[in-house]
């Protein structure tokens, strides 16, 4: 079956690095997102891998090995505003995402 | 980026009334559309993909007659709550994508609440 693992729940404190880490089993894999989610509003894109390696976008970035079947989402200098869930999702050979149960970040003064 | 237009973003309604979510894209032509539904504290949940002048797609488990999906047109997609009962109560979101593979813009969600 198909399968997408993150953790429930992550806390850190503000300025610090944080790594969440994101598994993965798909039947054929066509990339992955990553999406922040902040409490009762709609989710918002933050990065897609489809190639090995790592992607920086500013504060955070993402990063991808399709051999592993792991990927993981790393936010610097954290801020307040980063509390939110973030959520991953492998897109399928099918090219439909299938969505982990999402991590919520708790950031901490 | 693209824009997604999600209204109302909150309803009351009472038990066993209709209700009708809308989901558009502005700025750009959406073939497929896809509508989730989002419970306190859970993951986003895919109900079915809405294909422009066919029929939606439904996943396992959701039930067509109660989830009446309609996308008439390249930049909008209805979804219809018939018969809403309290356990319907949820967070309903939108979302579409500009190419057949590409990101996602999610709609802003559509808070029901069935007394």
């Known amino acids: 079956g198909q399968n997408i693992d993150q953790p429930t729940e992550m806390t850190a404190t503000e300025g610090a690095i944080v790594q969440i880490n994101c598994t993965y089993q798909?039947?054929?894999?066509?990339?992955l997102f990553w999406y922040q989610q902040h409490a009762g509003e709609a989710p918002t894109f933050l990065s897609y891998n489809v190639l090995d390696g790592l992607e920086e976008k500013g504060r955070f970035s993402s990063f991808l090995s399709r051999s592993k079947g792991y990927s993981y989402l790393l936010l610097k200098e954290l801020q307040m505003k980063d509390s939110a869930s973030y959520l991953c999702a492998g897109v399928d050979s099918n090219y439909q995402l299938i969505w982990g149960a999402g991590t919520k970040l708790i950031i901490k003064p | 980026g693209a824009v997604v237009s999600q209204h109302p973003s909150w309803v009351i309604c009472k038990s066993g009334t209709s209700v009708k979510i809308e989901c558009r894209s502005l700025?750009?032509?959406?073939?497929?559309m896809f509508w989730y539904r989002q419970f306190p504290k859970q993951s986003l949940m895919l109900m079915a993909t809405?294909?422009?002048?066919?029929?939606?797609?439904?996943e396992q488990g959701v039930e067509k007659d109660k989830f009446l999906i309609n996308h008439a047109s390249l930049t909008l997609s209805t979804l219809t709550v018939t018969s809403a009962h309290p356990e319907d109560s949820s967070f309903y979101i939108c979302s579409a994508r500009l190419a057949e593979f590409g990101e996602l813009f999610f709609g802003e969600g559509s808070r029901l609440t069935v007394l």
């Open positions: 798909t039947s054929g894999f066509n990339g």
């Open positions: 700025d750009f032509q959406a073939t497929t």
């Open positions: 809405s294909n422009e002048g066919s029929k939606a797609t439904y």
